[in-house]
Nanobody, 115 residues
Framework: QVQLVESGGGLVQPGGSLRLSCAAS????????MAWYRQAPGKQRDLVAI???????NYADSVKGRFSISRDNAKNTVYLQMMSLKPEDTAVYYC?????????WGQGTQVTVSS
C-alpha cells in the first residue's frame, strides 16, 4: 500500500507560478510512472503530465512549455512546477502512481487562478 499526499496548491493570480509536491509513503524508485491529473468542476479528470521510471516526460498540449514534472527518488516525491498560470488551469490536481503492486491516487490539492 502506498499513500500519496499532495501539497502546494492555493490561490494565485494569472501569470503566477506554483509548485505542487506529492510525497509517497513508500519507495517510488520502482514506480513505472508517476503523473499529475486535474479535474475542473463539471469536467472529467484529465492527464496533465507524466514521468516514467526512465525519466521520460509527456504533457498535455494545454500545459506544454508552462508546466514541468520531475521526481526525486531519494525523497519519494514528484513535483509539478507550474508557470504562466491561466484561469483555465483552475482545478483540483491529483497525484497518481503506477506501480507493479497497484495504482494509487492522492487526495487532491486545489489550484485556483484568479485575479
Amino acid at each position: 500500500q502506498v499513500q500519496l499526499v499532495e501539497s502546494g496548491g492555493g490561490l494565485v493570480q494569472p501569470g503566477g507560478s506554483l509548485r505542487l509536491s506529492c510525497a509517497a509513503s513508500g519507495s517510488i524508485f520502482r514506480a513505472r510512472a508517476m503523473a499529475w491529473y486535474r479535474q475542473a468542476p463539471g469536467k472529467q479528470r484529465d492527464l496533465v503530465a507524466i514521468i516514467t521510471g526512465g525519466g521520460t516526460t509527456n504533457y498535455a498540449d494545454s500545459v506544454k512549455g508552462r508546466f514541468s514534472i520531475s521526481r526525486d527518488n531519494a525523497k519519494n516525491t514528484v513535483y509539478l512546477q507550474m508557470m504562466s498560470l491561466k484561469p483555465e488551469d483552475t482545478a483540483v490536481y491529483y497525484c497518481y502512481v503506477d506501480m507493479t503492486i497497484g495504482n494509487y491516487w492522492g487526495q487532491g490539492t486545489q489550484v485556483t487562478v484568479s485575479s
